[in-house]
């Protein structure tokens, strides 16, 4: 049975992935079940309260309680089992653990861009180690992709303007298939790739890149660096009276602004202040920082928050 299942599906090499397969073989199987009672009920009355004469009036039927109720309260237990089964299943994929490794995945007409935490980047390859949870902080340069893994079972809008996020554990050693799952243009269907599982030393050595010799730097470095080259520290330094607000300890710090209101500095606040920084102004400031909107990219501005939420984690 399971070898005959495992042709029609693709392998399942994440933890989420047999809980998945789960509820989807439950939805088919009720499916199923409802579509076959009904149509074979359908079959029979045709055959069983066929007109047998012209003139046959058939006798007025009754309101049958017990058959109203029945048809009411199965099809209710049904889709609140549905329901409760979904809504865990969703909560646990919305939900990162806190060890997980961060890659930031940027989309873009028509490749994927991925950076590992060691700073190596790929393009149209992600390489993973087997047995670690990995979220996956996405966010697109153009219009909305989809970040679709189906030997994960994982599938999330990647979508511009803003971040979202994924995670999952690859519990197999392999390569499995990578594809864009929201129609973006002439070339979407050349959006693909390949999720590269391989052992925890493998990906070490492959982190560390010990097989180039390209110079790296992590993304927090390289948002360190442009933050100087910006010129950003000119404003926000710790210096008394200083024109920005002094940014270490604010990732994850609730912000007053100046209409009274408070938010939670996380990474949309942040990338709001640098592409649109008149949106918010932190109470106590001048409205004065110039955008930066068309002068960094998209993933220049997850370095930037790269280093900005490091500044809260010494
Ligand atoms: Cu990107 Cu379809």
Redesign the pocket.
Known sequence: MMNLLASFIPAQASHFAADIDRLYFFLIGVSMFFTILIGMLVIYFVIRFRRRSDDERPAPTKDIVALEIGWTIIPLVLVIIMFVWGAALFYKQWRPPADAMEILVT?K??MWKMQHPSGRSEINDLTVPVGRPIRLTMTSED????FFVPAFRTKAD?VPGRYTSSWFLPTEKGSFHLF??????AE??L?KGWVHVVSEEEYEAWARGDDTDVAMLTPVEAGQRLFNELGCVVCHNPASGAMGPHLAGLFGSEVRLNTGRSVIADEEYIRESILEPMAKITEGYQPIMPTYKGQVSETQVMHLIAYIRSLSEE
């Open positions: 989309g007409k028509w219009v909305i992709h989809s990647v864009c799952a929201e129609y973006c243009g979407h269907s959006m």
